[in-house]
């Protein structure tokens, strides 16, 4: 079992029920799944960049991403229906957690100029994104080998109704929010 999973089983969950009195260990939040989006606008211009994106997308996340299309055609931005401008993974159990432990302990810590995530990111729902500027910030990726600098989107789908117990199971996870 991973080090985050084993943690959320044997602190975080006991935590969450004593504050929020729930009566079930199903009904605490939990995380369901992890998306990592990467959208490549410079795609229409150079199809090597969805390669590349591709490449260290599965670097980073250790599973294949899925190539997204245009579902239609615009005119203003050279786009085709049909023609690839992005990827994406989604990750679940033990990967998924092992993921999230990088992310919190190895990869928040190392973007420049850190001073912690925002409360505000949630979506209503308790859904919580993270948004990178880059994708250099993960070890895993040899920066000689960028082509190009590229952002990505981080969405953790957590179960649960409200963004307060999500935020405060984030919170006991380790996730190193702004203090405000």
């Known amino acids: ?7 959320y089983k044997q602190e975080v969950v006991p935590q969450l029920t004593r504050m929020f009195g729930h ?14 989006n990467m959208g490549v606008g410079r795609a229409t211009e150079n199809k090597k960049l969805i ?21 239609k055609a615009i005119s203003g931005f050279k786009l085709r229906k049909g023609q690839a401008i992005g990827c994406k ?31 505000k990111s949630f979506d209503g729902r308790g ?8 994708q250099i910030v993960f070890p895993e990726i040899n920066i000689e080998a960028v082509e190009f600098v ?9 179960t649960g109704n409200s963004n307060q117990q999500s935020c405060e199971l984030l919170k006991l996870l380790g996730m190193p929010f702004k203090i405000e």
């Not at 079992?1 to 943690?7: D, F, I, P, V």
């Not at 990750?91 to 409360?119: A, N, Q, Y």
Request: charged content about 30%; cysteine-free.
């Open 51 to 71: 390669e590349e994106s591709t490449k260290h997308l599965t670097v980073v996340t250790a599973q294949k991403p899925l190539v997204t299309k245009a579902k």
């Open 150 to 158: 590229q952002g990505m989107d981080i969405t953790l789908v957590i």
């Open 23 to 36: 009566k079930n260990r199903l009904s605490v939040p939990r995380i369901s799944k992890i998306v990592v």
């Open 127 to 134: 859904n919580y994104t993270i948004g990178l500027t880059e």
């Open 1 to 7: 079992m991973t080090r985050l999973l084993e943690r």
């Open 89 to 119: 993974v989604t990750l679940r159990g033990k990967r998924m957690f092992e993921f999230l432990d990088r992310l919190i302990s190895i990869v928040l810590p190392r973007i420049r100029d850190f001073r912690g995530l925002s409360t």
